[in-house]
């Protein structure tokens, strides 16, 4: 669904990501994740065709992002960016409508699919709010409804939760990995390991822009591997209900 084959990018002579192959595969959730500065943004910028590799290929579904158009791209991918404010004065229910700018569906299936939505996170009642006088968490979720009416195979998510309290952190992973096993692709960059670890299928942990690990949660996140990565003493622990790791840090 989604590859990088030893993908490079150099900017202004400094390079930024190094050789970094990785397979995203429709059906799975893999999330990104590295100190600040290990290349996380940057690689889902790639993904989503937003940037041009220096070197290597990034393919979606065997294509190129950048030898498609800005239509075929609005089929392939969704994208949710980093910063998830909204600056123009649009009612919330129109910026959930723009899922649909670049695609054709019917007119009446539109219209239910933003319904579904927007109540799927929780905002039908801001639907004739002006955009802009949300707070940030409500900004986060009109952007993750609009991503959901776009239907696209593969959703590259940009810390998703960043601006989320705890019950709408988990009700959009939750709904991302429901999104997985409907067969999409999900990307997202994490920086809570508790979080990716939970949700995601497949880890891949960055640092200074190569790939030192990928797997599952339970094979990347190894103490040894996060203290040298992160500079940070940590104790890995199973979640009681979960079963997953719980990543604490340690004096």
């Known amino acids: 669904m ?8 150099d900017i202004d002579g400094r390079r930024l990501l190094d050789n970094v192959s990785l397979d995203c595969p429709a059906g799975s959730v893999t999330a990104l994740i590295g100190p600040n500065g290990a290349g996380k943004s940057t690689l889902l910028s790639l993904m989503a065709g937003d940037r041009v590799p220096s070197a290597g290929r990034v393919l979606l579904d065997d294509v190129e992002p950048t030898r498609l158009s800005a239509r075929e791209l609005a089929a392939r991918r969704a994208v949710m960016p980093q910063d998830s404010m909204l600056h123009f004065a649009y009612r919330v229910r129109d910026v959930v409508h723009m899922g649909h700018a670049l695609r054709d569906l019917p007119p009446d299936e539109d219209e ?7 109540a799927q996170v ?7 709010r002006n955009a802009m006088t949300l707070s940030g968490g409500e900004q986060a979720r009109t952007t993750f409804a609009r991503i959901r009416v776009q239907q696209t195979p593969i959703v590259l998510l940009d810390e998703p939760t960043a601006a989320l309290d705890l019950r709408h952190q988990e009700q959009l992973l939750q709904r991302s990995a429901a999104w997985a096993r409907q067969g999409h692709c999900v990307v997202a960059v994490m920086h809570d390991l508790n979080l990716a670890a939970a949700h995601a299928d497949r880890l891949a942990l960055l640092e200074n822009g190569r790939l030192v690990a990928e797997g599952t949660p339970w094979e990347v996140l190894e103490s040894q591997r996060l203290e040298t990565v992160y500079r940070q003493r940590v104790a890995v622990m199973t979640h009681p209900e979960r079963g997953c790791p719980v990543v604490v840090t340690a004096p």
């Open 2 to 9: 989604l590859r990088l084959e030893q993908v490079s990018l």
């Open 112 to 118: 239910q699919r933003v319904a579904d939505a927007m």
């Open 122 to 128: 929780e905002i039908t009642d801001l639907a004739d």
